[in-house]
């Protein structure tokens, strides 16, 4: 969400960014619903004032003077009454409207219509070679007997499987080493909490409009009732998180930080559900695109200061190419376009590791700068040296999924046998330190 004086003082901007972002909002319109607001807050600001001096008057008013000034209070009352639901009418639509509005991206993010026109940074690492026809996750993982597709389809439905004997192992082991390198970067760990309430999914993005519409979001809603502390009924809903990104970000709602904690690097270990309804028809098969994974994600909330902002965002990606790297996986760093840039991005990058089974590059990272999109949702703020309170910039960077890399893993290191060798840097995390998984 932006600041609605930068939005009146930089109207064709804004507008200019959401049509390279492929977003369908009017500015004019925003503009010309709250012009109508504010008139409306001022009527009745006026009104206000006036029923408060009335009160002053009648409090030394004579007997023959308070009617006149009882039936002046009546008229004012009635039109404050008029007035004040065609404003939370006009209020509604505003923030309809301003929910919508997009970040200005950085002036050199690649300017195009979706993910064809993202721009490849670098490639690095070798693409294995094999003397055989190498095959896909799914024919690995089910011959090697780690991966169950079948069974998992039969209990979790559409998407599920199960993971088995040194397939857990590996994931595991994954996950582990992840956390590991993060911490030694700086980063504090956290397990926050999957099931979270409405407003930190909304304030991180994750909800297209000012609410869950779950035929655009896809985010789980939870159906059963909650109890409150007392034993009541809680009218509350509750969402389970994509990732840990909300619930990290949500941590300091409505709370003001001082300028001497940041920039403050966390990181969250978490369980991560996604309903993928935007990707029907996409990756039916196998581990790609899945309902339910675990995930390492990083946070960092930093000063108002751009130039920091995009160098903590190169040292984000960085991290995540060093795991690559130590994993032994040739992958690419892209430039993501305009087109394929959500409303409150500033600038972004994915990483994607060669997955030679499914003969593809496959995502396995990706690192957004939303500046203070996030934080004036969230009233996340920072008072500085001079004592001034100003909004976070927040950003976020996957350190590891658990499916796609597995993958890659699986894929990269196959042999002619049928076995798999286990990256070194994951042995100390596997059973017994076991190097290959065999039949």
């Not at 911490?183 to 000012?210: C, D, Q």
Request: some cysteine; overall charge negative.
């Amino acid at each position: 969400m932006l600041d609605i004086k930068y939005i009146r003082d930089n109207a064709d901007v804004v507008q200019k960014a959401a049509q390279e972002k492929n977003l369908k909002i009017s500015i004019a319109d925003l503009l010309a619903v709250d012009k109508e607001r504010v008139v409306l807050m001022q009527e009745i600001e006026n009104l206000q004032a006036q029923k408060n001096a009335l009160n002053e008057r009648m409090k030394k008013a004579t007997a023959d003077e308070r009617p006149a000034i009882i039936t002046e209070g009546k008229t004012i009352k009635e039109q404050v009454e008029i007035k004040e639901p065609l404003l939370a009418e006009l209020q509604k639509k505003f923030d309809e409207l301003m929910v919508q509005v997009p970040t200005v991206h950085a002036a050199d993010v690649p300017r195009g219509k979706d993910e064809s026109e993202n721009v490849t940074v670098y490639e690095k690492g070798e693409k294995p070679t094999f003397d055989f026809t190498p095959k896909d996750h799914i024919t690995l993982g089910t011959e090697l007997d780690i991966i169950d597709f079948e069974r998992g389809a039969k209990v979790a439905g559409y998407r599920g499987y199960y993971l088995k004997g040194d397939g857990a192992a590996l994931t595991m082991a994954l996950m582990l080493y992840a956390l590991h390198k993060i911490i030694s970067k700086g980063f504090t760990p956290m397990i926050p909490p999957t099931l979270v309430k409405e407003f930190a999914l909304f304030g991180s993005g994750y909800f297209k409009g000012t609410e869950y519409d779950q035929e655009t979001d896809e985010i789980y809603q939870v159906a059963s009732k909650n109890k409150t502390a007392d034993g009541a009924e809680s009218k509350e809903k509750k969402f389970l998180v994509g990732t840990a990104e909300p619930s990290l970000l949500a941590y300091y709602a409505d709370e003001v930080l001082d300028e001497s904690q940041l920039p403050m690097k966390l990181c969250g270990y978490s369980q991560c559900y996604r309903s993928e309804i935007g990707s029907y028809g996409k990756d039916t098969k196998g581990m790609y695109r899945v309902h339910e994974f675990m995930k390492i994600e990083q946070v960092v909330l930093a000063p108002a200061d751009i130039d920091l902002s995009e160098k903590l965002q190169q040292e984000m990606v960085a991290i995540s190419e060093e795991i690559h790297q130590e994993l032994g996986l040739p992958y690419r760093k892209l430039a993501i376009c305009t087109g394929d840039m959500s409303a409150g991005k500033y600038r972004m990058f994915d990483l994607e590791a060669w997955m030679p089974g499914m003969n593809r590059w496959g995502e396995t990272g990706s690192a957004s700068n939303f500046v203070d999109w996030q934080s004036r949702r969230l009233n996340v703020r920072y008072k500085d040296k001079d004592g001034k309170k100003k909004f976070v910039y927040m950003l976020n960077n996957t350190v590891l999924p658990s499916p796609r890399p597995f993958i890659a893993i699986l894929e990269n290191y196959q042999q002619a046998d049928g076995s798999v060798i286990v990256p070194e840097v994951l042995r100390p995390y596997m059973p017994g330190g076991k190097s290959v998984i065999t039949k």
